[in-house]
C-alpha cells in the first residue's frame, strides 16, 4: 500500500508527524476496520430507505402520494395510477362531466308541464238526503271525458242510467264512529267529510298533482281552477283557498282556514303527509265545529299555512248575489257555494237554468267571465259597469272607479242581526240618491263572430220601478238592449292583474248601446 510507503513530516520536512515506525500492523488494522464499518453502514442505510420507500407506496393515498412524488415520477406512472383510483370518484365524476355536457350544450334542466284539468282530481263532498236535487248543481260543470272526480255520501244512493254519463262515480265514506264529537251545534258527519282527501289519495289514481275539494252545491269553473293551479309547484306543499265573505264567520272559525263549500286544492305531497297523521290530529279536536276547521287545524299541526285565492266563493250570504258578482274582484272566478241559499243569479228562471245560462259565455272566454270593466259616456253624464257575460249597469252621474269597484249592498249578511260594518270586505249602498238607482241589464245570449273574432253578447232590460227624475241629462230608462263585443283573451291572467277597459261605440238605433271590452290601450285609463 501506498500508507506503507509515505512518511508524514512536518512543514521543516525533518520531523516525522507520527512516531514509530511505519509498517507497523497497528495502523492497517485500523484503516481496515474503519473502511468495513462505514461500507457496512453505507450498504443497510441503502435497504432501509428502500424497504421505507416501498411501505409509503402500499400504505399513503393515492392523492397525497401524488402530490409528494409529481416532480420524479413520469407520465406513464401517472396515466397508470389516475386509471386504479378513478373508480373511487366515479360517481361525483359522472355528475360532473353531465353537468358540463349540459353547459358546453346551452341546455336548461327540462321543465315540468303544466298542470292540466286531468291532473286535478276532485272530491265532492254530499249527503244522500239532499242528492236527487243538489246532483243537478254538479252536472252543470262535471265533464265525464276529462274530469276525475268521486262523490262521497254519507249512505248509498241511486244511480240512473243518465247519472252514470254525467256524474263522477260514488263511494259511501267509511265509518267515523271510534272519531270522538262534543260540539253541540254541530254534526259529527264533520269527521267524515274532512277525511275526503284522505280517502280519495287512498284510490291511488295515476299521475295526480292536486286534490279539490267541494260541496254538492257548488259549482266551479274548471278552467279558471287550472288557470290558479299554474301557479304554484304540485311538488312542495301548498293548501289554497279563500274566507268567508262574512266577518263574523271569520272571527268566529278563522281567517287562516280554506272554507270547503267554497272549494279548496291541497298539492299530492302534502295530501300525503295528511294521510299519515290526519286520524291522530282529529282525535285531538273533538270539540271543533264541522270539516274546514278540523281541516285547518292539521294543516297547522303541519306547519302549512292557507295560500289564498279571492276566486274561491263561499258566499255566507242570503238574499242576491248581484252585488257581488257584478263587482268581482280582478281574479279568475273559481267557484260559487251555497246556490240553494242565495236567489238565481239571473232572475225568472230557476236556480239551475241560471247556473246553465252562465256557462254560454264561460265556454267561449272562461277567463273574462265576470270580470268588471269600467267607463263613462261623458256626453250624456252616464257611468257605466260591464261584469261581462253577466250583467251591465248603467247609472246617471259620474261615479269613481274606486266606488263601483266596490260590491253593492244587494244580498244580508250571514248572522241576520249583524249589520253591513260585518262584512270582510268593503261595500257600498245600491244608492245614495233615489235618481242614482243603477239601470240594470242581463245577459239573454251570446255568440262568437267568426269574421271579427269576437264574443257578441246581449243584454236586457230587467224592469223594475224606478223613480221619476227630473235631472238635467239623459235618461238610461229609454235603453232596452246593450251590445258588448269582447275578444276571448285565455291568456288574461298570464298577466299582471288588470281590470280590461271598455268603451262606449256608436250606435244606430236609439235605444241600444254599444260597448267594446279588451285590454286597456297604451295610455288608457277609466278618467272621470
Not at 28 to 38: D, T
Not at 492 to 502: A, E, G, I, V
Amino acid at each position: 500500500m501506498v500508507w506503507d510507503q509515505v512518511q508524514l513530516r512536518s512543514s521543516s520536512g525533518n520531523h516525522p508527524l507520527v512516531s514509530g515506525h511505519p509498517s507497523r500492523p497497528i495502523p492497517k488494522l485500523m484503516v481496515c476496520s474503519i473502511l468495513f464499518v462505514s461500507l457496512t453502514y453505507l450498504l443497510y442505510t441503502l435497504k432501509l430507505l428502500t424497504t421505507s420507500a416501498q411501505q409509503t407506496f402500499h400504505h399513503t393515498p393515492f392523492t397525497s402520494y401524488l402530490r409528494r412524488s409529481t416532480s420524479f415520477t413520469s407520465a406513464p406512472l401517472v396515466l397508470n395510477q389516475t386509471a386504479v383510483t378513478a373508480p373511487l370518484h366515479h360517481g361525483r365524476r359522472d355528475v360532473r362531466e353531465k353537468q358540463k355536457v349540459v353547459m358546453q350544450m346551452g341546455q336548461a334542466p327540462p321543465k315540468p308541464k303544466p298542470t292540466e284539468i286531468h291532473d286535478v282530481v276532485f272530491g265532492i263532498a254530499a249527503s244522500s238526503k239532499l242528492w236527487q236535487q243538489r246532483k243537478e248543481y254538479i252536472k252543470i260543470w262535471y265533464k265525464p271525458n276529462q274530469l276525475r272526480g268521486v262523490v262521497w255520501l254519507d249512505d248509498r244512493v241511486k244511480y240512473s242510467a243518465q247519472d252514470n254519463r254525467t256524474l263522477p262515480p260514488f263511494r259511501v265514506s267509511s265509518d267515523t264512529s271510534k272519531f270522538p264529537y262534543t260540539n253541540r251545534k254541530g254534526h259529527r258527519s264533520a269527521i267524515r267529510i274532512s277525511r275526503i282527501v284522505t280517502e280519495t289519495l287512498k284510490m291511488n289514481m295515476d299521475n295526480v298533482r292536486w286534490f279539490v275539494m267541494g260541496d254538492d252545491d257548488t259549482v266551479f269553473i274548471t278552467e279558471n281552477l287550472v288557470r290558479i293551479l299554474r301557479k304554484y309547484d304540485h311538488t312542495q306543499y301548498y293548501y289554497i283557498g279563500s274566507l268567508s265573505e262574512s266577518h263574523i264567520q271569520n272571527i268566529f272559525f278563522s281567517y287562516g282556514m280554506a272554507y270547503g263549500g267554497g272549494g279548496f286544492a291541497i298539492s299530492y305531497p302534502l295530501a300525503k303527509a295528511l294521510a299519515k297523521m290526519q286520524d291522530r290530529c282529529i282525535q285531538r279536536y273533538p270539540g271543533l265545529y264541522g270539516s274546514d276547521d278540523r281541516m285547518q287545524a292539521c294543516m297547522a299541526e303541519l306547519g302549512v299555512p292557507l295560500t289564498k285565492e279571492l276566486g274561491f266563493h263561499q258566499y255566507d250570504v242570503y238574499g242576491n248575489l248581484f252585488g257581488l258578482l257584478a263587482a268581482h274582484p280582478v281574479t279568475p272566478l273559481v267557484s260559487l257555494h251555497h246556490l240553494d241559499v242565495v236567489e238565481p243569479i239571473f232572475p225568472n228562471v230557476s236556480r239551475v237554468q241560471a247556473l246553465q245560462r252562465l256557462m254560454l259565455p264561460t265556454n267561449l272566454d272562461s277567463a273574462g267571465i265576470m270580470q268588471q270593466s269600467i267607463c263613462y259616456d261623458k256626453t250624456k253624464s252616464w257611468t257605466i259597469s260591464v261584469s261581462w257575460g253577466f250583467a251591465v249597469q248603467v247609472f246617471r252621474g259620474i261615479f269613481s272607479p274606486r266606488e263601483i269597484e266596490m260590491p253593492s249592498r244587494t244580498f244580508l249578511n250571514w248572522y241576520k242581526r249583524a249589520d253591513y260594518t260585518a262584512y270582510a270586505f268593503n261595500t257600498r249602498p245600491v244608492s245614495r240618491n233615489p235618481c242614482q238607482k243603477p239601470f240594470v241589464f242581463y245577459m239573454s245570449s251570446v255568440r262568437m263572430d267568426s269574421e271579427l273574432n269576437k264574443t257578441v253578447s246581449e243584454y236586457e232590460r230587467h224592469h223594475v220601478p224606478h223613480p221619476l227624475c227630473r235631472w238635467k241629462m239623459a235618461n238610461p230608462d229609454e235603453l232596452e238592449t246593450v251590445i258588448v263585443h269582447k275578444k276571448p283573451d285565455p291568456h288574461l291572467w298570464d298577466r299582471s292583474p288588470r281590470r280590461n277597459c271598455c268603451r262606449v261605440m256608436e250606435s244606430k238605433e236609439r235605444r241600444r248601446m254599444v260597448i267594446d271590452v279588451g285590454v286597456c290601450k297604451d295610455g288608457e285609463v277609466s278618467e272621470i
